[in-house]
DNA sequence: TTTAGTGCAAATGTTTTGCATCCAG
DNA sequence: CTGGATGCAAAACATTTGCACTAAA
């Protein structure tokens, strides 16, 4: 039903079923690689131009992550969260707490702006890699 | 002082007087076309190079925009702030109220990270592109 | 049948890198 | 003098686009 307008491809099909599959976000050369869209031939564009699309009617979310990668995942499931990344390995973590709830208001009362969303990016080290420094030093 | 074990090169000493004079964020592409710069017929490369030893040693702090270009600024100057981004016209705004200091410490306890930094940024329609809206409606 | 969608290849735009040369320390 | 820094050109990288062809509606 999110789909009002668009054909119902195999290609587009294969692609939300592995959103749905995963769980989590992927970018456009993980989904290449992936299995089930690589033995379907599907081309690099062509997974582009369905996660514009797919972001674009809000049924999939896009983040540019500090790597410069964007990373895509299904709108509904997660629901509203945001990642810690460790500076060290990569690895990711989300979590639900929104810092901004209540900011909004406020802001946009302060800036004139009608606020539409926000992307919010915490760095720092996770555990393991906090050990690994303190066992080399 | 913050540049110890750096050469105190001629493109470097241009660099940093460029962010000093102009005082805002910049992208490399601003550099390079920037006419003290361009005068000096500094390479694109060396820009990149610098940018990155300079935010490597916290002159600079960068910051990737949701256009997918990164920004560069002095990080002393402007002390922390974030931005919100307007997605129609792109015009920023900064703001200085951070969301974050008082979640940071919970969200270490939580989470087991060590919480070195984050970014965040907003989106939304500012004041002029609002009323540019209503009407063409 | 008609129009959105696809595959492929080529182009784009930003950033990185190799290498010979240069210059600040 | 010598290692870091530069300029240039080429490469790398994610992403976008043109175009002829395919297939969903």
New binding site residues.
């Given amino acids: 039903m999110p789909l009002t307008g668009?054909?119902?491809?195999?290609?587009?099909q294969l692609l939300l079923e592995l959103f749905h599959n995963t769980g989590r976000s992927l970018?456009?050369?993980e989904i290449f690689a992936s299995p089930s869209i690589r033995s379907?031939?599907?081309?690099?564009?062509?997974i582009?131009?369905?996660l514009?699309?797919l972001s674009g009617r809000g049924v999939l979310v896009k983040t540019l992550f500090p790597d410069?990668?964007?990373r895509y995942e299904l709108a509904g499931e997660h629901a509203h969260h945001h990642y810690l990344v460790c500076t060290h390995c990569q690895k990711r973590q989300t979590f639900d707490e929104c810092p901004l709830k209540r900011m909004q208001s406020d802001l946009e009362k302060q800036t004139g702006f009608q606020i539409t969303g926000h992307n919010l990016m915490l760095y720092g080290l996770c555990r393991e890699c906090q050990q690994e420094m303190a066992a080399n030093a």
């Fill in positions: 668009m054909k119902n491809t195999r290609q587009r970018t456009a050369e379907a031939r599907m081309a690099l564009s062509t582009y131009r369905n514009d699309q410069g990668l964007s």
